[in-house]
């Protein structure tokens, strides 16, 4: 009779683990799918002038020939520009 008792408790202690695990699981995963939705956003653009990378919410924008290009600096814009030979 004890040791059925013990068995049965094993079980209920095994089975609620199982139970309260995997509801920590799931909420962990939908944790971490947030936080790598929020790290996609902010996309790495290239400035074509001194090829430096940076974060597109960061770039100097400049609209050219129906084309957006992403600056690091005034400097590139102002010697993208140039080379072209127009203005803003």
């Not at 609620?16 to 995997?22: D, E, P, S």
């Amino acid at each position: 009779m004890l040791v059925r008792l013990v068995v049965l408790a094993v079980l209920f202690y095994v089975g609620y683990r199982l139970i309260t695990g995997l509801g920590k699981k799931k909420t962990e995963k939908k944790q971490s799918e947030k936080i790598v939705s929020e790290q996609v956003e902010d996309v790495l653009v290239e400035d074509p002038v001194c090829h430096t990378l940076l974060p597109k919410g960061q770039a100097i924008r400049l609209q050219h020939d129906d084309q957006l290009y992403f600056f690091c600096s005034e400097e590139c814009c102002s010697r993208f520009i140039s080379d072209k030979g127009e203005k803003k």
